[in-house]
């Protein structure tokens, strides 16, 4: 097995990079291949001190995100959402972005369906910044970024 230290960091794509516009394509299963994606996408959003990441923003064009906030990791293929309820505002950065931020009005709760890393049909519960976390890294799959709601 190996450890975290073996993992390598990924590259973040940037703002204008045409992969950040794009819609994401839907992953049919968890294989191994999605399973170490995940685990090279937490590194790489830990390293840059981030709190979600969406596959794009690593180059490839498909529905994977990873979210870590309060000590609850997530990490979803096909993350679609299917109940909100609340208004909340907050300043949102993003990685892709340096040094840009925006206040953003977003659900304050949401429920999010989509698999797991084990391939089993999940929702998801969230509300206050994991919620926000997740509606973030959502849009991301559909090519929508922060600059869109400045």
Known sequence: MRKIDDIESLVIKKYPDKI???????????T?????????MLFTMKCFDGIG??????????????????????????????????VDKMV??????????VEIERSYEVIVKGLNEKGKNVQIEAEGLLARVLQHEIDHLHGKLIIDYS
Not at 20 to 30: A, F, T, W, Y
Not at 92 to 101: K, V
């Open 20 to 30: 950040l516009r794009k819609n994401s394509i839907g992953v049919e299963e968890i």
């Open 32 to 40: 191994d291949k999605e399973t170490e994606l995940f685990k090279k």
């Open 53 to 86: 990441l969406a596959a794009p923003q690593i180059g490839i064009s498909e529905k994977l995100i990873v979210a870590e906030v309060e000590e609850k990791t997530i990490k979803l293929a096909n993350p679609e959402i299917i109940k909100v309820r609340g």
């Open 92 to 101: 949102e950065g993003c990685l892709s972005i340096p040094d840009f931020t």
